[in-house]
């Protein structure tokens, strides 16, 4: 089987979990014996762009014909049998998918995020979710706040983008939401049920955990929809900062806010981005790990990490996390300060109530997140039968 897997690499500046998914999806289906074929782009191109390129840049969320150029050259060299897409913004654009379909190859699109019913992916704003713009088709109400990048000019571009390329994506045989909260917005948005599909994220086992922590750990980006601003007020009200270190590692507009706080706070350790051993090591010190999203979070990667590595989650009651966090594996609270500061408290009053839930967070990984329980190859397989 040939599989070439399309994605548009988010900017160094903004790590991402979807870089790392598709660098893990990759590499698993190598092992599994599949011929693959990379087309991508990076974010971090732009910078480098000629004046007249960044000039054309608004017209490329809606059809970039470099990249078509580039695509159908791929296409007729490689063959592939499905093409398998992530994400094609802001430079390549959704005009791939009938150039796929033409080739003939199945088409397969992970959706990480709200890209397709929200011009910004996050149905949030002001601080607060929003959802004006999935049920219409022109998306408006994103152009008229600005919601892409804060800005109405590269809102319109997006919105028009998405106005512009719903038949293109109509063309998508197989649409892999990375959780339910994600496929009923593709619902929603007029996608037919039987095109969707539950494929969460996953991640290969660390193996055996290591003994249970002391402290209270967050791993992800530093901004307002993942709720950092909520953590650094419930930490400074919770009764744990006189016992024990909360460690932030991430980076993203809310940096400086981070920074702050551990200067002003000894209890607070902020380690920015760190690689991938670092993160462990962070995980493996915590007894705790707190993920106060804002947003309907889709799935993140670091809440299934700690899961692998047998930490509890303190974890918002919206998006994806009341599917998989409760009472045998974490705590589920409304992402407000003190209600967020009362659960890591809660956390903390029985050792023993913390080391079984630690266990319960482990087989909540073996029983629903190991690569083996959702294999892409088998998805592939269903589209050629």
């Known amino acids: 089987m040939r599989v070439l897997v399309v994605h548009n690499r988010y900017s160094s500046a903004s790590p991402s979990?979807?870089?790392?998914?598709?660098?893990?999806?990759?590499?698993?289906?190598?092992?599994?014996?599949?011929?693959?074929?990379t087309y991508e782009r990076d974010s971090d191109e732009i910078a480098e762009f000629s004046i007249a390129r960044k000039v054309e840049l608004p017209l490329r969320p809606t059809y970039s014909y470099e990249d078509a150029k580039r695509f159908r050259a791929v296409l007729e060299r490689f063959g592939?049998?499905?093409?398998?897409?992530?994400?094609?913004?802001?430079?390549?654009?959704?005009?791939?998918?009938?150039?796929?379909k033409q080739a003939g190859a199945a088409t397969v699109q992970t959706v990480h995020n709200y890209r397709h019913v929200c011009p910004a992916g996050t149905l949030f704003r002001d601080g607060r979710p929003c959802e004006q713009c999935v049920t219409t088709r022109t998306a408006w109400p994103a152009v008229v706040h600005g919601c892409y990048r804060d800005s109405r000019a590269a809102s319109v571009s997006m919105s028009l983008s998405r106005t512009l390329s719903a038949r293109r994506w109509d063309a998508i045989d197989r649409f892999l939401a990375v959780s339910e909260v994600v496929a009923e917005r593709l619902r929603d948005?007029?996608?037919?049920?039987?095109?969707?599909?539950?494929?969460?994220?996953?991640?290969?086992?660390?193996?055996?955990?290591?003994?249970?922590?002391?402290?209270?750990?967050?791993?992800?980006?530093?901004?307002?929809?993942?709720?950092?601003?909520?953590?650094?007020?419930?930490w400074s009200n919770s009764h744990q900062r006189k016992k024990r270190k909360l460690h932030i590692a991430g980076g993203g507009p809310l940096e400086q806010l981070?920074?702050?706080?551990?200067?002003?706070?000894?209890?607070?350790?902020?380690?920015?981005l760190v690689p991938e051993h670092k993160i462990d090591e962070l995980l493996a010190d915590a007894a705790l790990v707190v993920a106060p999203s804002v947003w309907l979070d889709p799935d993140p990667l670091s809440a299934i990490r700690a899961l692998a590595l047998g930490r509890p989650l303190v974890a918002s009651n919206r998006g994806a996390f009341p599917s998989y966090v409760n009472d045998t594996n974490g705590w589920l609270t409304v992402p407000e300060p003190a209600a967020l500061a009362k659960a890591i408290d809660a956390a903390f009053e029985s050792r023993p109530e913390l080391e079984r839930r630690s266990a319960g967070a482990r087989q909540t990984y073996l029983q629903g997140r190991t690569p083996s329980r959702h294999r892409l190859i088998d998805v592939y397989s269903s589209l050629a039968t």
């Open 17 to 37: 979990g979807e870089n790392r998914v598709v660098d893990d999806d990759v590499k698993r289906l190598r092992d599994d014996g599949v011929e693959i074929e």
């Open 189 to 234: 948005f007029g996608v037919p049920k039987e095109r969707i599909a539950i494929h969460p994220n996953v991640l290969a086992d660390p193996g055996e955990p290591p003994a249970l922590g002391h402290n209270v750990a967050y791993i992800g980006r530093l901004c307002n929809e993942k709720g950092t601003s909520v953590l650094l007020d419930a």
């Open 258 to 272: 981070v920074r702050a706080a551990a200067d002003a706070d000894p209890s607070v350790v902020f380690h920015g």
């Open 80 to 100: 592939p049998d499905v093409v398998h897409i992530h994400n094609v913004f802001p430079l390549i654009s959704p005009a791939i998918i009938p150039l796929a």
